[in-house]
């Protein structure tokens, strides 16, 4: 074997031994599943529940027995092994617990342990304690990008819609910082469409693969920055060929947006399911979101003229709220899934920066939607409400600015690309 297929044949090695060994945390009993307030949390609906004998066996084990394995569960673990232990129990990690687990495959890698790792957490239903100890693992080994200011946003999804739509965040992101609120994005290739951030982003010309001071620049100067999260968690390369011989949804598919290198705790995240939203959400105001909402529009990781969204918003730990966000209350004008869907880098680009140039249509109206909801979640942000945030970038849309800020992060970006090499 050659040092690739040899990584390619024990990942896929270690897929089949987790997928075998979740069979048994199917039948285990959930010995908790509380959130740090207290109350219950449901497993996203895509999980498996436990099944009424297995419930009944869990009532019927000696109450001894029960205590023992849920004083064992709130005892620090050392590593992954106990990790491992505990959630073929079918019992929660605490934060550290999950911390210390993924800390322990970064130093030691391990195929085989990462994918049990992955699918037992997948089995018994991920926790927003476990998410955010995860994140904390990574961000230990991430690059930071020093901002002077802090009041920046993200426009971020988790991709794996499968929609295969134009870079609408990508679009929002220049849009937002032509409405003068400074962005720090976070992102990488494509994951659910032909074309990811990272692509779309190099053919209009700007430098995706920035390393902190050139990224810090472009923030400061253009308004708007790009970190390309492989160049900045390189943690993640133990990671990937991992989650891909599996081909599952696990919670390192809803880590990457929390994992911002500028520390950015405000913008609009996009998620694949609306199954997932709460988890998502109690999982940033664990990390100590300031104020974002986590929104998906009928399975689109985005806001959209194509339908209703719903929308859970975050504002602080202790403020998180629900509801439904409908296009046409924010003068947006509905069109069809159709309409939204790119192609190939250059055609993306072309659609984006026609957009940018005042050009209305579907595109324009997607790129609107979303800006004006990461302008509102600013700190200092020149609006009250997400409402007056779209009437405002309408304005900047139509008046072609966002051209300027494309070509002045150009020109930023190339010129700290050039310093580096």
């Known amino acids: 074997y050659s040092a690739a297929a040899w990584e390619s044949h024990l990942a896929k ?23 740090k307030s207290g109350s219950s949390t449901t497993p996203p609906s895509v999980l498996r529940t436990l099944s009424s004998s ?26 992954i092994k106990d990790a491992l232990e505990e959630l073929l129990l079918g019992n929660d990690l605490s934060s550290a617990d999950a911390e210390a687990a993924l800390e322990d495959l970064i130093a030691n890698p391990s195929p085989e342990s990462t994918a049990a790792f992955m699918v037992l957490m997948r089995a018994k239903g991920e926790t927003a304690d476990e998410v955010a100890g995860l994140v904390r693992a990574i961000s230990k080994h991430s690059l930071k990008v020093p901002l002077i200011s802090t009041d920046v946003v993200d426009i971020v999804g988790t991709g794996g819609d499968g929609m295969s739509t134009v870079n609408i965040s990508t679009g ?3 849009l937002t910082a032509a409405a003068g609120v400074k962005v720090a994005k976070h992102g990488g290739r494509s994951v659910s469409s032909k074309c990811g951030s990272a692509d779309v982003i190099e053919a209009m010309g700007i430098a ?7 990224v810090a620049r472009c923030v400061e100067e253009a308004g708007v920055g790009f ?17 891909k011989a599996l081909g599952l949804r696990t919670a390192f598919n809803m880590i990457g947006p929390m994992l911002n290198p500028s520390g950015c705790q405000r913008g609009v995240i996009g998620v694949w399911d609306t199954t997932v939203m709460r988890l998502m959400a109690d999982s940033l105001a664990n990390l100590g979101a300031s104020k974002c909402v986590v929104v998906n529009a009928g399975g689109i990781d985005e806001l ?3 339908c209703d969204a719903t929308v859970v918003e975050i504002n602080g730990a202790d403020s998180i709220k629900e509801y439904t966000v409908r296009p046409e209350d924010y003068d947006i004008k509905k ?8 192609g190939e880098r250059e055609l993306n680009a072309r659609m984006l920066q026609d957009a940018f140039g005042g050009e209305k249509g579907p595109v324009a109206e997607a790129l609107i939607f979303n800006a004006g909801f990461a302008v509102a979640m600013a700190e200092n942000s020149p609006v009250s409400s997400p409402l007056e945030g779209v009437a405002l970038v309408r304005e900047v849309q139509e008046s072609g600015k966002a051209l300027e800020t494309l070509e002045k992060w150009r020109t930023l970006s190339q010129e700290e690309k050039a310093k580096e090499e």
């Open 208 to 214: 995706a693969e920035l390393g902190p001071a050139g």
């Open 335 to 342: 069109c069809t899934i159709e309409d939204l869907v790119g």
């Open 304 to 306: 959209t003229p194509v």
């Open 54 to 79: 297995s419930r009944r066996q869990n009532w019927s084990s000696s109450s001894s027995s029960a205590s023992a394995r849920r004083h064992n569960a709130l005892i620090p673990r050392a590593g």
């Open 227 to 243: 970190m390309f999260a492989p160049v900045y968690h390189p943690a993640f390369k133990h990671v990937a060929p991992v989650r």
């Open 172 to 174: 929002a992101t220049v």
């Open 13 to 35: 090695t270690a897929a089949s031994a987790a997928s075998a060994a979740a069979v048994r945390v199917r039948g285990a009993p959930r010995l908790h599943g509380h959130t």
